[in-house]
């Protein structure tokens, strides 16, 4: 019991979990780049994200020894949930149908959305810290409400992405290894994995861990790992089954 405690609730159990994704994203990096070789176009834009993601795990294990303050930490690591979701746009674009303005083509579905994410962004950033002092001291729930604020138009982007990803692998999957054992494990991981993204908006929460958030990190972090390593061998099978 003991064990399992310190699993959720401890802050160093944290540290290693961040780090042991590592390895699994840039093995997925290195997968995307192989599947684009063998003639998969929409790959070269995943490799690219999942290289992105390595990256930020790497800024975020610098963060957790750093004294950097928590305001600038949370801006980089939207930075690169924007540039990594963005990613993900142009390596799907093609298959958003939604209607837009006629002015803007169809591969510039990403640049419509990045656009509206990156104003809603800059706006939190730029116009609600100025009135934090005076509504800290009236209104003591507006730390939450800001927030929710800044991080859900962020999540939910990486929900759809993440949502149509899911659907894209399930295409390869009927094609590919349809007659395989759990022909689905791909997509079935992606889309779990998106509806993951809600986590982050009970943890984000505050500067100061308490027991209760570290329980939501860890639980996150230990998810998304293990829905990462699912992506990895089944992404792999995936691959095998296409180019043999």
């Known amino acids: 019991m003991g064990l399992i405690q310190e699993l959720f ?13 590592a390895p699994t ?12 070789k063998f ?16 990256i930020f795990i790497i800024v975020k294990i610098f963060f957790q020894f750093s004294r950097i303050p928590n305001e600038v930490k949370d801006l980089i690591q939207t930075l690169f949930d924007l540039t990594s979701t963005g990613l993900f746009w142009l390596a799907l674009g093609d298959t958003f149908n939604f209607r837009r303005p006629l002015f803007i083509p169809w591969k510039s579905n990403f640049i419509y959305i990045f656009s509206i994410a990156l104003l809603l962004l800059v706006g939190t950033i730029k116009f609600l810290p100025v009135l934090v002092p005076l ?3 009236t209104v003591p729930i507006y730390r939450h409400i800001r927030v929710y604020a800044f991080s859900f138009p962020i999540v ?43 986590l982050s908006l009970f943890a984000n929460e505050g500067s100061t861990p308490s027991r ?33």
């Open 212 to 244: 209760i958030l570290l329980n939501v990190d860890n639980i996150g972090f230990l998810t998304s790992l293990l829905l990462k390593i699912g992506i990895l061998v089944s992404l792999s099978r995936l691959i095998v089954y296409a180019v043999r």
């Open 9 to 21: 609730t401890s802050e160093r159990i944290t540290r290693y979990i961040v780090a042991a994704q």
């Open 39 to 54: 003639g998969f176009q929409k790959f070269k834009y995943l490799t690219f994200s999942w290289t992105t993601n390595f």
């Open 135 to 137: 509504l800290h001291t």
């Open 25 to 36: 994203v840039i093995s997925l990096a290195i997968l995307c780049l192989i599947a684009y």
């Open 156 to 198: 939910f982007l990486n929900f759809f992405t993440l949502y149509k990803l899911s659907r894209y692998f399930w295409t390869l999957e009927k094609e590919y290894v349809l007659e395989a054992l759990a022909p689905h494990l791909l997509s079935v991981c992606v889309l779990v994995f998106s509806f993951l993204q809600f």
